[in-house]
C-alpha cells in the first residue's frame, strides 16, 4: 500500500487529531511539535512560547482513499485560520494556524486551497506554509488524548 504524510498546524492538537483521525482513508495520526529550533521539546517547553514550536498533527494516508486536497478542506474547517496564534481559549505562538509541506505538489495545492480561501473570505486568511521539519512527537498522554479522556476540553491541561 503506498502511504502519504500531511502535517498541519491549527491550534491545540488534541482537537485537531481527532478529527483528521476519522477521516475515511487516514491512516494514522500522531501529534506533537514542529516548526521551532529547540531539540527534543516537551509540552512544558513548547507552550513557554520559547521554542518556536507548532503543535501539530501529523497525518498517514492513503492516497487511493482521500486526496491531500481533501485533507486541506477538512483543515480549513476544524479551525480558524484567520486568528493569529489563538484558537478558541489558546493563546501563543504554539497554536498558529499553519500547513508543513512535504513536497512541491502539496506547497502548490495548499498555496491553491489558501488562495482560494482567501478569495471567498472577508478577512485575511493567516495560515503559513512552510516546509516540514523534523516532527518530534509529542509525550505519550497527549496521543489521541480525546480518545482517551472524559475532558471535552483543549489545551488548558
Known amino acids: 500500500m503506498n502511504t502519504m504524510k500531511a502535517m498541519f498546524g491549527g491550534g491545540c492538537f488534541w482537537g485537531i487529531e481527532e478529527e483528521f483521525r476519522n477521516v ?8 506533537g511539535y514542529s516548526g521551532g529550533d529547540t531539540e527534543n521539546p516537551t509540552y512544558k517547553k513548547v507552550c513557554s512560547g520559547m521554542t518556536g514550536h507548532a503543535e501539530v ?4 494516508y492513503d492516497p487511493e482513499k482521500v486526496s491531500y486536497e481533501e485533507l486541506l ?3 480549513w474547517n ?3 485560520p484567520t486568528t493569529l496564534n489563538l484558537q478558541g481559549p489558546d493563546i501563543g505562538t504554539q497554536y498558529r494556524s499553519v500547513i508543513f509541506y512535504f513536497d512541491d ?3 502548490e495545492k495548499a498555496t491553491l486551497s489558501k488562495d482560494d480561501l482567501q478569495q471567498r473570505s472577508s478577512r485575511e486568511i493567516v495560515t503559513q506554509i512552510k516546509p516540514a521539519g523534523k516532527f518530534w512527537k509529542a509525550e505519550e498522554y497527549h496521543q489521541r488524548y480525546r480518545q482517551k479522556a472524559s475532558f471535552p476540553g483543549c489545551c488548558t491541561a
Do not use: N, W, Y
Open 24 to 31: 475515511p482513508g487516514v491512516l494514522d495520526t500522531k501529534v
Open 57 to 60: 498533527a501529523l497525518v498517514t
Open 78 to 80: 476544524i479551525h480558524d
Open 73 to 75: 478542506d477538512t483543515f
Open 105 to 107: 505538489s502539496q506547497l
